[in-house]
């Protein structure tokens, strides 16, 4: 009858054994004043650098458009008009937050909130494969692509193994192929279409082109072995989005995102040339690219990409029953970054000036001749952030490299501030004959417990912590946010977790100290769980009052409490 314990317990040793540096997300999502001294700070940096980059003679005619959003409200903006202008396509005389460009590949996230809203719907499964959609794929072909093994998650995810072009990616087309050291072509293989029309063939846009060819290929991969960038994913998906809704793909796109949304400026069709933002040659401005909207076509500001990404942020959780639309789906093959659905997702533990916990951006980058941009949303910060270029794309990694690292700066300051102002001090028991206090502190590696007084036992010394989440060697306890509520309705009883953490020592680590496995129910208490914390307040968000859940006690919030910091540190905090 002692059995099952012992294994429980050896369980808990042997997770416990594991280091999980700063594991988790240390509060919930700020909230914004434009006002605020540590976003303003930031602004004035990133003002200053970019004026000074974009000075340089290679950026002479590139223009850009920077906005940042939360969930509630665009919060900042920058918008510059390039010093030489394409002056045989006169533009937009000033950017600004309406100016157009061409948004490339991040019409891919609309392709797939369409998806999402259709499998909502029930008018199509995730897990259906795309030859139910797109009855031509069926039957004969002359390539070898497994339609049906190919899902629509698949397609969406970047792991159908589908080559990345179905024509556009062949050399074969160019006029100087032999100059890079190609053999001349004898025989078939040479595209009878082309992308720029230049030699008197059609262009290769139309929907009989795109299953023509794709009949006719091979995988890369097999089908979710491993992820690969494919545009054909994405203009399938165009055409099972037509065909499950009844309509176009441009006009679905228009009727269930643009319209409901107010992207007011958003479109398939060419904009007049005063509406945009037109590089000099070589520029896309004006290529119809037809089969190929659904993976590149749209065009957008930055004013209508901020609403767009306040929608993602306020619903990404609940499109569809079926995911997550931010989570990562596959590693694209290297240690940092991610494929989603169609997110290309970064993570580093680079960027926080005091901590290595690890910010995530859930990103969608766009090229075409002429335009980069980048859509970006950083979930735990409710952030989202827009980046348009047109002309010199190597721009681009500049905006974003001082936008992202100064923005998430600013926003850990804000973040903790309020983590502090909310949920700092001790809390004590009101009844006078029942010695129990809890003490919370802020600090770089968010709300920690500094000390624990039970039933007048110091719970962080007493055997009790093998039974609560804990890391091995020097440790500390965090609490974090689940983002419940014990009454989900008001949105009253926040509902927190207590979680250890190892704490960082100096010199080379073991390699394996870098696993950790979420692990945050641990141990019950007569069925409730041992390491809840609920916090309760009156007016406002500030907690008053704090309930443990496994302890079955409350306690009351009676005084402030953060930690000493060396100087240092408690001028990047500013609480």
């Known amino acids: 009858m002692m059995l099952f314990p012992a294994l429980h317990l050896l369980s808990l040793a042997v997770l416990s054994s594991a ?61 510059h008009t390039a010093r030489e202008r394409n002056a045989s ?68 995810s970047q792991l ?39 030699d008197g063939n059609p262009p290769c846009f139309r929907k009989a082109d795109l299953i023509n060819a794709v009949k006719q290929r091979m995988p890369v991969f097999a089908p979710n072995q491993k992820s690969t960038y494919s545009n054909i994913a994405f203009e399938l998906l165009g055409l099972v989005i037509a065909n499950v809704t009844s309509q176009s793909y ?13 992207m007011s400026m958003s479109s398939f069709a060419l904009p007049p040339d005063s509406a945009g933002v037109i590089p000099p040659k070589p520029q896309y401005w004006d290529a119809d690219i037809g089969i190929q909207n659904p993976t ?51 993570q580093t533990d680079r960027i926080l000036l005091n901590s290595r916990r690890t910010v995530r951006f859930v990103t969608k980058t766009g090229g075409l001749p002429g335009y980069f941009s980048v859509i970006m949303i950083v979930p735990e910060y409710d952030l989202g952030i827009t980046i348009l270029v047109a002309g010199n794309g190597r721009f681009l990694a500049e905006i974003r490299e001082v936008v992202t690292v100064q923005l998430v700066r600013a926003a850990e300051r804000v973040a903790l501030r309020q983590l502090h102002e909310r949920y700092s001090g ?27 007084i ?21 440790w500390y306890v965090q609490v974090v946010p689940t983002l419940l509520y014990r009454d989900e309705k008001k949105q009253k009883g926040a509902r927190w977790r207590f979680q250890g953490a190892a704490e960082r020592s100096a010199g080379e680590q073991p390699v394996w100290d870098d696993a950790c496995l979420t692990n945050i129910d641990v141990a019950e208490y007569a069925g409730a769980p041992l390491n809840e914390v609920v916090f309760w307040s009156g007016e406002g968000d500030t907690a008053d009052t704090l309930e443990l859940t496994g302890f079955r006690v409350k306690l009351v919030r009676n005084e402030k409490r953060q930690i000493q910091l060396p100087a240092e540190r408690q001028e990047y905090m500013e609480l």
């Open 296 to 346: 590149g076509g749209i065009y957008s500001s930055s004013k209508d990409l901020s609403v767009y990404l306040r929608h993602i942020l306020t619903h990404y959780n609940g499109l569809t029953h079926a995911l997550n639309w931010l989570h990562p789906v596959s590693n694209s093959g290297g240690l940092h970054t991610f494929y989603g659905m169609p997110w290309e997702i970064f």
């Open 160 to 198: 159908s193994g589908l080559p990345r072009e179905y024509i556009h990616g062949d050399l074969s087309v160019l006029r100087d192929a032999l100059d890079l050291g190609l053999p001349p072509i004898a025989g078939g293989g040479v595209p009878k279409c082309d992308e720029h029309d230049d």
């Open 250 to 262: 441009e006009s679905y796109i228009h009727d269930a995102i643009f319209q409901p949304l107010g």
């Open 454 to 474: 039970s039933n007048s036992t110091d719970v962080l010394a007493s055997p009790l912590m093998e039974h609560l989440p804990h890391s091995s060697g020097k």
């Open 89 to 156: 396509r006169p533009d937009i005389p000033e950017v600004n937050g309406d100016a157009l460009y061409r948004i490339a590949s991040i019409t891919k996230t609309f392709t797939v909130l369409a998806l999402l809203q259709q499998h909502a719907a029930g008018n199509l499964s995730l897990d259906d494969t795309v030859n139910i959609y797109v009855e031509e794929l069926n039957g004969a072909q002359n390539g070898t692509l497994p339609w049906t093994d190919i899902t629509l998650r698949s397609l969406a």
């Open 19 to 79: 280091k999980c540096y700063e594991p988790s997300t240390a509060f919930p999502p700020p909230e914004y004043d434009a006002d605020d001294a540590a976003l303003n700070g930031a602004w004035e940096t990133v003002d200053t650098a970019l004026t000074a980059a974009i000075a340089a003679p290679e950026f002479a005619s590139t223009s850009f458009s920077v906005e940042i959003t939360s969930s509630q409200q665009s919060i900042w903006s920058k918008h």
């Open 426 to 452: 001790t809390y004590g028991s009101p009844q006078s004959d029942l010695n129990s206090s809890l003490t919370l502190a802020v600090d770089y590696r968010g709300l920690v417990v500094e000390r624990f």
